[in-house]
């Protein structure tokens, strides 16, 4: 108004001759700082006090000192009316203004003050006069969309022919970090309509794979020429993940390009795959495929050669190697065929089918190596031992999983390296072991060799179910206690209501029981058990009332009454095993020696036999 606009009218053109962007916003300064003396608290009061006055009677007292400023630049308008940041705030620091103290002893035009804490606040309002040169201008002042804005009319008004603010205004676009792939689509399309190779490559250089759709980047290969772009594509393409994506990328790029660079490409795209997949570190299911399709071009020499010396240490990988053992079975005819064919065709597919079948038990060998990945060891616990979490199962899961790799790959020596290493899992105890790992496993294992019409007594499962049972009856069933050196169970009482429940309780299976009674009562089944102390012994619990009288079992009757009950279990074991013919031929000679066990008349001896060692000669 009145003098400003006079001297911004005489600004503007010596602006415009040296390159000056000129616009106005609104700056906001905001000082906060203590009152001045203690007056300002007593007003507080005063005013507190003074509920009736008028709220313009009050004075927000002095800034005695200032503790914190900070400063808002917003709203820049440019001198055509334009808005070039949009609603963003625009960075500003005292050292941008021309006059370094601007409000001082000025009025401030907003006042506020917090009598409790004692604290004032101004806030002092002006519009201000922004000159910065062209550059700043871009790197800082103006937003995507008035660059965007700038370059859509450009586009209009001088097609293909850009002006230096032009490429200004793109390079902005391009180095902003805020940028958005519907931006960098913008740009990409302009440096095509200028055929600015160098400004496109630096928007592939500025994006991530997906930002760009294929038929933008088909549009630079038509503009530039393959030979000129294929390298921009590649940095591009690299930056996918997982890796299938990229490689997938790379073949619907080549399929979308022109007619007349098909061969070209595809002897890049051949390469570049080549490349993607013996750099990539973790593998998953998902590129597979991708791995089988190379080789089924390159030959076996690729997957054999640079493949799986690079991932096979690698011990996180097992589902990618399950998936991949699973693949290979599936194409093996076409992994037989060499590579375009030959004179000696016969020949090398004989080679071919040796080389196969190695490579599958390469990889069967090296996912069993690292057979434990991903299985977290279960821990029984103290408050709920007969608690276990759900991984648990997941032991036999991943065993039964191993087992019907090599079943359907047709080669099963890698299980003997297996049966092994198992035989190393031990959580806890080799009884914790039967528990968490082979009781399950066992009836998995058998429905396995059902379904692929295996018998459970041929190599090498039958060694392996051999060590099991061995290991089972001589650990966890264990050696019956001599019954000749029990007491007989006997009496005890006199015939009264309470001795009857203790002579039930002498006859029972049961080990211990309390008798919560009255002295008097406790007294008299004392007296009756003081002529049995071969066969009970007692004791008092002398809080609750009444007292308890805990009576036990001695120690022998104890431990044959839980060799009864292992005997059972026993018997449920190795009825997941199979039934008796079945038994009889997995046990093969030493059958007499399993029922012999089972009977409680003698112990089985380890190991099975003298050319299998067990891997349980000693209980953990």
Known sequence: KGQDSYLVAQLMPLAAEQGFFVGLANFTCHETGTADGDGGYSSYYKRRRGYGDDDDDEEVPGMEEVLDTTITVKNLVDMEGNKPAGDNEIPFDWEDLVQQDPFEDAVPDVEQYEGYMGNVSHWYKRTILIIATKETAHSILYAASYALENLRRASLERPGNPSSEDLSFANMLVNNPEKSPATLVQVARYAVLWNDLELWMRVLRASYWGHLPVDELVAGWKAFSFNRVSSSFEQLIRKASPISHGISFVQE????????????????????????????????????????????????????????PRLEKNP???????????????????????????????????????????????????????????????????????????????????????????????????????????????????????????????????????????????????????????????????????????????????????????????????????????????????????????IVTYSTIRSGSPHGLVVKRN??????????????????????????????????????????????????VLPWNSATPSAFNQPS
């Open 253 to 308: 790029l080549v399929e979308s390009g022109p007619l007349e660079d098909r061969q070209l490409a595809q002897g890049w795209s051949a390469q570049l795959v080549s490349s993607l997949l013996t750099t990539v570190e973790a593998p998953t299911v998902q590129d597979v495929p991708l791995f089988i399709e190379t080789t089924r071009k390159q030959g076996l020499s690729y997957i054999t050669n640079t493949l799986i």
């Open 316 to 534: 996180s990988l097992h589902d990618f190697w399950a998936a991949l053992i699973k693949n290979l079975e599936l194409n093996r005819a076409s992994l037989v065929m060499s590579p375009g064919g030959s004179a000696n065709h016969d020949d090398k597919s004989l080679v071919n089918k040796s080389s196969v079948r190695n490579l599958i038990t390469r990889c069967l060998f090296v996912i069993i190596t690292n057979w434990e990945h991903g299985l977290t060891t279960p821990v029984q616990s103290r408050y709920y031992p007969y608690y276990q979490s759900p991984s648990d199962t997941s032991i036999p899961s991943r065993i039964t999983e191993l087992a019907h790799l090599c079943v359907c790959a047709r080669f099963l020596d890698p299980l003997t390296k297996l049966w092994q290493r198992l035989a190393k899992a031990k959580p806890l105890t080799v009884q914790e072991n039967f528990r968490i790992i082979y009781s399950p496993l066992i009836p998995q294992l058998r429905q396995l060799l059902k379904s692929q019409k295996l018998d459970l007594a041929s190599p090498p499962f039958l060694e392996f179910i051999q060590v099991v049972l061995g290991a089972y009856l001589r650990f966890v069933l264990g050696p019956r206690p001599d019954p000749t050196a029990l007491m007989p169970a006997r009496k005890l009482g006199c015939g009264c209501l309470d001795c009857k429940e203790l002579d039930k309780f002498l006859m029972s299976t049961s080990l211990v029981q309390t008798f919560w009674r009255v002295q008097k009562i406790r007294t008299h089944l004392e007296h009756q058990m003081n002529s049995g102390r071969d």
């Open 555 to 604: 120690q022998q009757a104890a431990a044959y009454q839980s060799w009864l009950q292992r005997q059972g279990q026993a018997k449920t074991f190795l009825g997941t095993i199979g039934s008796g013919s079945i038994l009889q031929k997995v046990a093969g000679p030493r059958y007499a020696d399993v029922l012999k066990a089972l009977e409680g008349k003698q112990q089985f």
